[in-house]
């Protein structure tokens, strides 16, 4: 049902393409043309047919109406005292009104009662989905595509959204009158807009409720993606997927995907920010003489590593660019800490050889400083 206020600007012959003194048998006959050419059903997200078919349904609840048609050409050429004595339209009215700058006999309506007309169905945007994903340190470190496996809030596969069952015909929602909003009063001197809900802010209604969703128009559809994981992607990082999410709502945008990244742990590499770490067991004579030693790298050739003598336990040495790959596209570094080990149990010739280094340096006062009054 359309509202009175917007009949004076609005051309409901013209939408159906009759003349304005065509006969009740050829409005019907215009109407069901119109109707089966643009239905959501026949042509689902094709939202140009969409509209129209709303506005050729607005036009015939008016026009078809005997005694609707008869007040809405009463409207549309109303004579008025004053302008001439002849027929005007109302609609030429009031967009005089204000200097011209007016949208119109409903627009002055609106103004006073709280807010414009809202025919179309607007697009809305899908809702944003959450997902996990569990991937080896190797993986993380080089980039991986994945398959994740989605169940997300999507338009109803059975009615494609529309909340009607298959086959049956909408008509223009009672309740909002095909706006999709109702006027709601907060209580104080404002009355605010909010989604009508009788048609769920989709304008039309149904006499028979799709039997899936119940007339909701929606449900959930599980897919399967293919979700690309950066190199360089830290535990517990969550990686935005742009339009991966829920589907939109009459042309909208899809939603997004958000992946919450789950990293196991490596055997012997760890990280550090955007740079790999790696503890390296030395013995007490490669620390106390040198050693060149060769260290691991992730994914590649291993590098030999020169230690100077004399090196202390935990010493950390860098190795540039084995570490994980930056945002910039290179790769930070590799950190290496010394661990020198004691042995549990000395063979004999070993012990009989930390003796005499005991021996050697019994002149060392090592630990004096630890008596020195400051």
Request: hydrophobic content about 30%; proline content about 5%; charged content about 25%.
């Amino acid at each position: 049902m359309s509202g009175k206020a917007d009949w004076a600007t609005k051309d409901y012959y013209a939408e159906l393409g009759v003349s304005k003194d065509a006969s009740a048998d050829e409005i019907k006959k215009a109407y069901r043309r119109h109707a089966r050419a643009n239905h959501p059903d026949s042509n689902p997200g094709d939202n140009a047919k969409h509209e129209k078919f709303k506005a050729v349904a607005e036009a015939y609840d008016v026009i078809g109406d005997a005694e609707k048609r008869k007040e809405y050409d009463q409207i549309r050429s109303a004579p008025m005292g004053g302008f001439g004595g002849g027929g005007f339209d109302m609609g030429d009215l009031f967009r005089d009104r204000a200097g011209g700058g007016g949208g119109g006999f409903s627009d002055m309506f609106g103004d006073l009662f709280g807010g414009g007309r809202q025919r179309a169905a607007r697009p809305k945007r899908g809702p944003d989905v959450e997902s996990s994903a569990t991937i080896s340190f190797t993986d993380a470190m080089d980039g991986v595509t994945i398959s994740l496996r989605l169940t997300s809030d999507s338009p109803c596969a059975t009615c494609s959204g529309t909340g009607g069952k298959p086959g049956t015909k909408p008509h223009i929602c009672p309740v909002c009158e095909g706006a999709g909003m109702v006027a709601a009063t907060s209580g104080g001197a404002f009355t605010l807009n909010e989604t009508c809900p009788s048609c769920g802010g989709r304008q039309l209604v149904y006499d028979e409720a799709c039997p899936t969703c119940f007339g909701s128009g929606r449900g959930n559809s599980a897919r399967t993606i293919q979700a690309r994981i950066p190199a360089g992607v830290k535990d517990g990082q969550r990686i935005r997927l742009r339009g991966k999410g829920g589907s939109g709502e009459n042309g909208g945008p899809n939603g997004d995907l958000y992946v919450t990244v789950k990293v196991t742990a490596h055997r012997i590499f760890g990280r550090k920010g955007d740079n790999l770490t790696l503890d390296l067991p030395v013995s007490f004579d490669e620390a106390a003489l040198g050693a060149d030693i060769k260290v691991p790298t992730l994914g590649g050739a291993p590098v030999t590593l020169k230690i100077p003598a004399g090196t202390p336990n935990g010493r950390t040495f860098r190795v540039r660019g084995r570490g994980a790959k930056r945002k910039d596209g290179t790769n930070a570094d590799l950190l290496v800490t010394i661990e020198v080990q004691v042995p549990a149990v000395l063979e004999p010739a070993a012990r009989e050889a930390v003796e005499a280094y005991r021996e050697a340096m019994s002149g060392k006062a090592l630990r004096s400083n630890l008596f020195t009054e400051s």
